[in-house]
T-cell receptor
Framework: AQTVTQSQPEMSVQEAETVTLSCTYD???????LFWYKQPPSRQMILVIR??????QNATENRFSVNFQKAAKSFSLKISDSQLGDAAMYFC?????????????FGAGTILRVKS | GAVVSQHPSWVICKSGTSVKIECRSL??????MFWYRQFPKQSLMLMAT?????????EQGVEKDKFLINHASLTLSTLTVTSAHPEDSSFYIC???????????FGPGTRLLVL
């Protein structure tokens, strides 16, 4: 079974600084997607960034970028110029595109605190 | 962007009653919808996957007679918690996958408190 591991239960970052959230996953599949979702205090899940496994180039969305290391099965999220609004719980997720239903498998989450 | 709505946003009910939660994709069609349960400061736990016009697929350990799921159209799925008990109190989140883009969007969640 595929698993997603987020080893950092909590992280803190100073406003305007950069922080990296870690994520590793375990799979024997080759066709999969990886995601980072943000869940702020409102608890609305928001898609931050998506990476297709077949793409070598790391995905970027404004201040958010990933470091996708396929061989190491690592998928970290870098948040640059951190803002107070970035404070949330962040979930790394995996989706096997070859599996029927291809449901999302979530990590345990990392709480990110942003200090002003 | 695509929006998924959930209704009600929160509900308080007495033990033994049934509660229905609706999940709608407002501006896209979804053949597949998902229902999750989340406890405070924990991850989302997938309860079941529903496909339009067919029976839902439940995850191991989830009682299908307890959590009834109906996906009657491409824009609506419902979760009914039957004979609710205090241990069913939780935050329930639905998610809908866009038929054409395959992108999965999440609803705002429903807080259920069973007294």
């Amino acid at each position: 079974a595929q698993t997603v591991t987020q080893s950092q239960p909590e992280m803190s970052v100073q406003e305007a600084e950069t922080v990296t959230l870690s994520c590793t996953y375990d799979t024997s599949e080759s066709d999969y997607y990886l995601f980072w979702y943000k869940q702020p205090p409102s608890r609305q899940m928001i898609l931050v960034i998506r990476q297709e496994a077949y793409k070598q180039q790391n995905a970027t969305e404004n201040r958010f970028s990933v470091n996708f290391q396929k061989a190491a099965k690592s998928f970290s999220l870098k948040i640059s110029d951190s803002q107070l609004g970035d404070a949330a719980m962040y979930f790394c997720a995996y989706r096997n595109m070859m599996e029927y239903g291809n449901k999302l498998v979530f990590g345990a989450g990392t709480i990110l605190r942003v200090k002003s | 962007g695509a929006v998924v709505s959930q209704h009600p946003s929160w509900v308080i009910c007495k033990s033994g009653t049934s509660v229905k939660i609706e999940c709608r994709s407002l501006d896209f069609q979804a053949t597949t919808m998902f229902w999750y349960r989340q406890f405070p400061k924990q991850s989302l736990m997938l309860m079941a996957t529903s496909n339009e016009g067919s029976k839902a697929t439940y995850e191991q350990g989830v009682e299908k007679d307890k959590f009834l799921i109906n996906h009657a159209s491409l824009t609506l799925s419902t979760l009914t918690v039957t004979s609710a008990h205090p241990e069913d109190s939780s935050f329930y989140i639905c998610s809908a996958r866009d038929l054409y883009t395959e992108t999965q969007y999440f609803g705002p969640g429903t807080r259920l408190l069973v007294l």
